[in-house]
């Protein structure tokens, strides 16, 4: 039996069928997504500004001419110079300063002594200990050589402690040795700059502005001669600070109307309170500090960077950019009411013959006065007093500093006080119902914000 041909059998095609639902889901979709890419383009990019606790300070740096109750001592014999005193350290009437060596010798008696490092006390382990916890603390990584140096002065602050050691042993021959001890108390150093002497009466404005001063450094010298500066000795605790301000900032301390200022020692952070002083030298002015202690501190500078603070508030910290002004209805306390479903403050606003209820959108209150967006009510409206027939006429207008609240993606305005300021930042109250909170997210540039705006 043939087999049916069946090259001429097509495949049926079914006609499509209208999905409305599939089309109506379409349209949907295409809608949202036109939405979401028109909303896409009128999006803001807002830079923010999160709101936190801080303070704020008129402060101004200067480098300061430091002076203090000096004595220089100069050798009263020649001979090989031998250091035994910590520079920067307090010594006490009769400490061993210096040797004086004559016959060339004790140098090589000293190195075999030396080799004994049991020789150190307990004394002198400590004092390397806090040498060493000072420098970490005050350690700047961009001035490297400081390393270096400090590296030299504890070598030297070692082998001297040994030397000493040596000396009051008796183990060593002391002939020809010439041994220096202080006949009055302070805090040594190795170096002179010819401002000793210079007191806060005797000072010239040429000596407050040289901060290149040329410091002669006598501890690197092996030879001394009679007559050389060996070391000089600070003697008082108290000490004075000068430098040079304008008219400006004379002014400034006059506002302070107080007696002294804070100020803050740039090497290692440390504060204090200081009185001061204002001279006149010859057209200049001048503002001299009392610094009744931690003469030790500094006494290796003759010049010091510190920074003045005038006046400090705490409180909400914000970008200057960010604060702006607006303009409120103000309208008295005792027009306000409570109505609506969920009885919110409000006014009752007369529309021609009947009187409404309107929600109060209120930014801010004073002893006398809401002060309400101008969108709440329109300008001319007449509010009626509670259980009264007076009437007030909205129109009047007052400007308060706010800034744009962007939190929820759109622009609030939430008003603050300003309590301080300077070019950068503003210090403002906290403790306003209707004002910024802290951890607030803020519009950076409060100028640039449309309220109707979406924020990025």
Same mark, same amino acid.
């Given at each position: 039996?043939?087999?049916?041909?069946?090259?001429?059998?097509?495949?049926?095609?079914?006609?499509?069928?209208?999905?409305?639902?599939?089309?109506?889901?379409?349209?949907?979709?295409?809608?949202?997504?036109?939405?979401?890419?028109?909303?896409?383009?009128?999006?803001?990019?807002?830079?923010?500004?999160?709101?936190?606790?801080?303070?704020?300070?008129?402060?101004?740096?200067?480098?300061?001419?430091?002076?203090?109750?000096?004595?220089?001592?100069?050798?009263?014999?020649?001979?090989?110079?031998?250091?035994?005193?910590?520079?920067?350290?307090?010594?006490?009437?009769?400490?061993?300063?210096?040797?004086?060596?004559?016959?060339?010798?004790?140098?090589?008696?000293?190195?075999?002594?030396?080799?004994?490092?049991?020789?150190?006390?307990?004394?002198?382990?400590?004092?390397?200990?806090?040498?060493?916890?000072?420098?970490?603390?005050?350690?700047?990584?961009?001035?490297?050589?400081?390393?270096?140096?400090?590296?030299?002065?504890?070598?030297?602050?070692?082998?001297?402690?040994?030397?000493?050691?040596?000396?009051?042993?008796?183990?060593?021959?002391?002939?020809?040795?010439?041994?220096?001890?202080?006949?009055?108390?302070?805090?040594?150093?190795?170096?002179?700059?010819?401002?000793?002497?210079?007191?806060?009466?005797?000072?010239?404005?040429?000596?407050?502005?040289?901060?290149?001063?040329?410091?002669?450094?006598?501890?690197?010298?092996?030879?001394?001669?009679?007559?050389?500066?060996?070391?000089?000795?600070?003697?008082?605790?108290?000490?004075?600070?000068?430098?040079?301000?304008?008219?400006?900032?004379?002014?400034?301390?006059?506002?302070?109307?107080?007696?002294?200022?804070?100020?803050?020692?740039?090497?290692?952070?440390?504060?204090?309170?200081?009185?001061?002083?204002?001279?006149?030298?010859?057209?200049?002015?001048?503002?001299?500090?009392?610094?009744?202690?931690?003469?030790?501190?500094?006494?290796?500078?003759?010049?010091?960077?510190?920074?003045?603070?005038?006046?400090?508030?705490?409180?909400?910290?914000?970008?200057?950019?960010?604060?702006?002004?607006?303009?409120?209805?103000?309208?008295?306390?005792?027009?306000?009411?409570?109505?609506? @479903?969920?009885?919110? &403050?409000? /006014?009752? $606003? =007369?529309?021609? #013959?009947?009187? +409404?209820? !309107?929600?109060?959108?209120?930014?801010?209150?004073?002893?006398?006065?809401?002060?309400?967006?101008?969108?709440?009510?329109?300008?001319?409206?007449?509010?009626?007093? @509670?259980?009264?027939? &007076?009437? /007030?006429? $909205? =129109?009047?207008? #007052?400007?308060? +500093?706010? !800034?744009?609240?962007?939190?929820?993606?759109?622009?609030?305005?939430?008003?603050?006080?300003?309590?301080?300021?300077?070019?950068?930042?503003?210090?403002?109250?906290?403790?306003?119902?209707?004002?910024?909170?802290?951890?607030?997210?803020?519009?950076?540039?409060?100028?640039?914000?449309?309220?109707?705006?979406?924020?990025?």
């Amino acid at each position: 039996m043939a087999r049916p041909d069946n090259d001429n059998i097509r495949q049926y095609k079914k006609p499509l069928k209208f999905n409305v639902g599939i089309f109506i889901f379409g349209m949907v979709f295409l809608y949202f997504l036109a939405f979401g890419f028109f909303r896409f383009l009128r999006r803001d990019n807002v830079s923010s500004y999160v709101v936190n606790a801080g303070s704020l300070s008129d402060n101004t740096v200067y480098t300061a001419l430091a002076l203090r109750e000096e004595q220089v001592f100069t050798a009263g014999d020649s001979g090989d110079l031998q250091l035994y005193a910590k520079e920067g350290s307090k010594v006490s009437y009769g400490d061993t300063i210096y040797t004086l060596d004559k016959t060339g010798n004790l140098k090589s008696r000293l190195e075999n002594f030396s080799s004994d490092q049991s020789a150190l006390t307990e004394k002198d382990f400590e004092g390397i200990r806090n040498s060493i916890s000072t420098f970490k603390k005050a350690y700047d990584p961009a001035d490297f050589t400081r390393v270096r140096d400090f590296k030299m002065t504890i070598e030297s602050d070692i082998l001297d402690s040994m030397n000493l050691v040596a000396i009051n042993s008796g183990k060593i021959d002391t002939t020809g040795l010439n041994i220096v001890k202080a006949n009055v108390p302070g805090i040594i150093l190795y170096s002179y700059d010819g401002y000793e002497g210079v007191t806060a009466d005797t000072f010239t404005g040429e000596m407050v502005n040289n901060h290149k001063l040329k410091k002669n450094i006598t501890r690197l010298s092996n030879e001394i001669k009679s007559g050389d500066i060996v070391y000089k000795l600070i003697t008082d605790e108290h000490w004075n600070l000068i430098m040079e301000i304008d008219d400006s900032f004379e002014q400034k301390l006059l506002d302070t109307k107080s007696k002294s200022v804070r100020i803050r020692f740039l090497d290692d952070s440390q504060f204090a309170w200081v009185s001061y002083e204002i001279v006149n030298k010859e057209g200049t002015k001048y503002l001299v500090l009392s610094i009744p202690n931690s003469a030790i501190r500094y006494a290796d500078q003759r010049f010091v960077k510190i920074e003045i603070q005038l006046s400090s508030a705490y409180g909400l910290k914000v970008p200057k950019s960010s604060v702006v002004n607006k303009y409120f209805y103000t309208i008295p306390k005792e027009y306000i009411t409570q109505g609506g @479903p969920k009885g919110n &403050d409000g /006014f009752m $606003v =007369e529309k021609g #013959s009947s009187v +409404d209820f !309107v929600d109060a959108d209120i930014v801010m209150s004073d002893d006398k006065y809401y002060y309400v967006n101008q969108k709440s009510i329109e300008s001319g409206s007449k509010i009626r007093k @509670p259980n009264s027939s &007076d009437t /007030f006429t $909205v =129109e009047a207008v #007052s400007p308060l +500093d706010g !800034v744009y609240n962007i939190n929820k993606g759109y622009p609030v305005f939430e008003t603050v006080t300003v309590l301080d300021q300077n070019s950068e930042y503003a210090i403002v109250s906290s403790n306003s119902r209707y004002g910024v909170e802290k951890f607030d997210y803020i519009a950076l540039d409060g100028n640039s914000i449309k309220e109707d705006d979406i924020i990025h």
